[in-house]
């Protein structure tokens, strides 16, 4: 039995808080914490009376290291598991620490404001050093490495469907299916149709910035960097027929090109539709994309900001979503002396997810593994002190419960290579 206190409450929380209160036998008591209190009492109200799991919520601002280090000291969660957005997880970080407390999320640091020159210097060095110009990357996190081994906590990094069950389907590959695992590429497709013209199916802020960046991928222990969606293939996905994908930059070909250092390509290749990809191109040549405060009639606004008051809200998407995502890797390699291929996927429908916990499939398919590697934390089964991406623990106990969880995968050999 354990007490995990959940930050945030928008699309992914709101998902992984249904699985967290359907696993009432592991999580018996829950805190909702987040900016806006009237969330996390809606959601409660919602779930009380489905779930033997007790529920309690609070306002927080995670920004407020001091805040929130007495909230947690106040409720004394076995784990706190960071649904907020990235640019919370060092704060979170620093006030589990200061309790004591483990730390899970789903998605690695990156600052609001791309514009302080303090960390615009180290983020400069780190594009020189290393040869990628995300403003994501995990050496901020890293950097935690020392203080949790101290302490004796686990800080779970990653925990979504991409990165987290993506880096999942590396381990179990890498332990069930090669010697030598020679190439990954990640696919992340999205057929889902929400009938809007344009609307990003999590927070916008953190999908354009993601999407509008330079792609890169890793080739024989470095980085190679690419013009914003200039490599683009074509794949036929079970479930969703043929689209479009385009190369770009994530965060598990970091991990995994420390952790597998003997793979010797990872790529991530996630699909677009041409009036997603035409809009966004019309929204950053206008400068709606960008993040640094401008001045307007006297006061002070941040474009993406204002961009992401007028797009749909993600969470709002459910109800309108059909279609499916399948989202998974492609392995080749070596076996017993022969070449190897296989294909490690999950299918998700978005009206199925709508109709179990109201949510379309983006948000299902982050907000279950977050759930489930909080329940990995929390029940001993990957918990040893220190900083940890998805693919450093034994991948078996994970998978089986992404069977039970509401996200099946399945495993196909010789599949269709992208190039
Ligand atoms: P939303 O914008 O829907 O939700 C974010 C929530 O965090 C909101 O409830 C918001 O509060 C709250 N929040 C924001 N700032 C603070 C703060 N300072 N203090 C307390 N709470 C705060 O985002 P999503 O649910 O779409 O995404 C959540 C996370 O999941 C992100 O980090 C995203 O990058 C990650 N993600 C990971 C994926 C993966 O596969 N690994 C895929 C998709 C998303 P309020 O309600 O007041 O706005």
């Not at 957005?85 to 979170?92: A, E, S």
């Not at 995502?325 to 429908?349: A, E, L």
């Not at 398919?365 to 929390?378: D, S």
Request: aromatic fraction near 10%.
């Amino acid at each position: 039995m354990s007490r995990l206190m959940v930050i945030g409450c928008g699309g992914v929380a709101s998902v992984a808080i249904h699985k967290v209160c359907q696993n009432d036998g592991v999580f018996d008591e829950l805190m909702i914490a987040s900016r806006t209190k009237a969330k996390c009492d809606a959601l409660k109200e919602k779930l009380e009376g489905t779930t033997k799991t007790k529920i309690t919520t609070a306002q927080i601002d995670a920004d407020d290291t001091k805040a929130l280090t007495e909230l947690i000291e106040s409720y004394r969660p076995d784990a706190v598991l960071n649904v907020a957005l990235p640019y919370q997880d060092l704060t979170i970080m620093d006030a589990c620490l200061a309790a004591g407390v483990h730390y899970i999320d789903t998605a690695n640091y990156e600052p609001e404001n791309t514009d302080d020159p303090e960390w615009r210097k180290i983020y400069e060095k780190r594009c020189k050093e290393l040869g990628f110009s995300a403003y994501f990357d995990y050496s901020w996190q890293w950097a935690y490495e020392e203080k949790f081994k101290e302490a004796g906590l686990t800080a779970l990094l990653g925990t979504g469907f991409d990165p987290g069950v993506t880096s999942v389907f590396a381990a179990y590959a890498k332990k069930h299916y090669f010697d030598e695992i020679e190439t990954i590429d990640i696919l992340d497709c999205n057929g889902g149709d929400h009938g809007y013209a344009f609307a990003t199916n999590f927070n916008p802020e953190i999908n354009l910035r993601e999407v509008s960046a330079p792609g890169s991928y890793m080739e024989n222990g470095k980085w190679v960097e690419i013009p914003a969606m200039s490599i683009k293939r074509e794949y036929d996905f079970e479930g969703v027929g043929k689209k479009d994908m385009y190369l770009l930059h994530h965060e598990e070909i970091e991990a995994l090109g420390r952790n597998m250092p003997e793979v010797k390509r990872i790529r991530f290749f996630m699909t677009f539709g041409q009036s997603y990809l035409d809009h966004m191109r019309c929204l950053e040549d206008v400068g709606m994309l960008s993040t640094t405060p401008i001045q307007y009639n006297g006061q002070e606004i941040v474009p993406i900001q204002f961009l992401k008051a007028l797009l749909p809200d993600p969470a709002s998407l459910g109800p309108r979503t059909k279609g499916k995502t399948n989202i998974g890797c492609i392995f080749t390699g070596m076996k017993d002396g022969k070449k190897r291929s296989i294909y490690i996927y999950n299918v998700c429908d978005h009206q199925e997810c709508y109709r179990e916990v109201g949510s379309q499939a983006i948000s299902y398919t982050t907000g279950v593994p977050a759930m489930i590697g909080a329940m990995m934390v929390v029940s001993g089964q990957w918990k040893k002190p220190g900083v940890f991406t998805t693919d450093e623990f034994d991948p078996d106990p994970y998978m089986e419960a992404l069977n039970k969880w509401g996200l099946p995968w399945k495993v196909v050999e010789n599949p269709v290579l992208v190039d």
